[in-house]
T-cell receptor
Framework: GAVVSQHPSWVICKSGTSVKIECRSLDFQATTMFWYRQFPKQSLMLMATSNEGSKATYEQGVEKDKFLINHASLTLSTLTVTSAHPEDSSFYIC?????????????FGNGTRLTVT | EDQVTQSPEALRLQEGESSSLNCSYTVSGLRGLFWYRQDPGKGPEFLFTLYSAGEEKEKERLKATLTKKESFLHITAPKPEDSATYLCAGAGGAAGNKLTFGGGTRVLVKP
């Protein structure tokens, strides 16, 4: 149980274009999802918290106009990287927890490798 | 500010050579300490949650323990398939319902 599916697993795009990444909770409802970014050999950096039916909360230093988050249903959150540039190339991972408690484990998708050329 | 620090950064083990990974934390009002395993190019895979000092959990060759200041992940008689990055994270306090991750320990088990 508690499976999180992320799509696509990898994407290559040209500089200036936008890319959408989907995160789905397959067997549970998630009122909150989290989006992380990970650079090679580094740990996960939280970008934003996605709340179903409301605006996402962004971490300090993360441009909300560049990284658009939509959490339209209890099983789907999307991250759109707008006007992507090579420095946006990274590994993006989403996560969700089945219950809205602080101490239930987060379950992660398998990540999306974004390469901007 | 909540902080989670893992050591060592990297660990090379021979197959069968037991060892421990350390996770030190300063998370006010800790609600849970989590251990994850991450393989290259994959998302983290949940291993354990520890809620209170003194608690221990086991899964195959892995055992996680928790004190008031740190957590340990013991790997007993590791096999090459235990090679991965192990991440710990704390939930609670100033971070609210978010997890604060440590930098991870990259474990390589040689046959």
């Amino acid at each position: 149980g508690a499976v999180v599916s992320q799509h696509p697993s990898w994407v290559i795009c040209k500089s200036g274009t936008s890319v959408k990444i989907e995160c789905r909770s397959l067997d549970f409802q998630a009122t909150t999802m989290f989006w992380y970014r990970q650079f090679p050999k580094q740990s996960l950096m939280l970008m934003a918290t996605s709340n179903e039916g409301s605006k996402a909360t962004y971490e300090q230093g993360v441009e909300k106009d560049k990284f658009l988050i939509n959490h339209a249903s209890l099983t789907l959150s999307t991250l759109t990287v707008t006007s992507a540039h090579p420095e946006d190339s990274s590994f993006y991972i989403c996560s969700a927890r089945p219950r809205s408690t602080y101490n239930s484990p987060l379950h992660f998708g398998n990540g999306t490798r974004l390469t901007v050329t | 500010e909540d902080q989670v620090t893992q050591s060592p950064e990297a660990l090379r083990l021979q197959e069968g050579e037991s060892s421990s990974l350390n996770c030190s934390y300063t998370v006010s009002g800790l609600r849970g300490l989590f251990w994850y395993r991450q393989d290259p190019g994959k998302g983290p895979e949940f291993l354990f949650t520890l809620y209170s000092a003194g608690e221990e959990k086991e899964k195959e060759r892995l055992k996680a323990t928790l004190t008031k200041k740190e957590s340990f992940l013991h790997i007993t008689a590791p096999k090459p398939e235990d090679s991965a990055t192990y991440l710990c994270a704390g939930a609670g306090g100033a971070a609210g319902n978010k997890l604060t991750f440590g930098g991870g320990t990259r474990v390589l088990v040689k046959p």
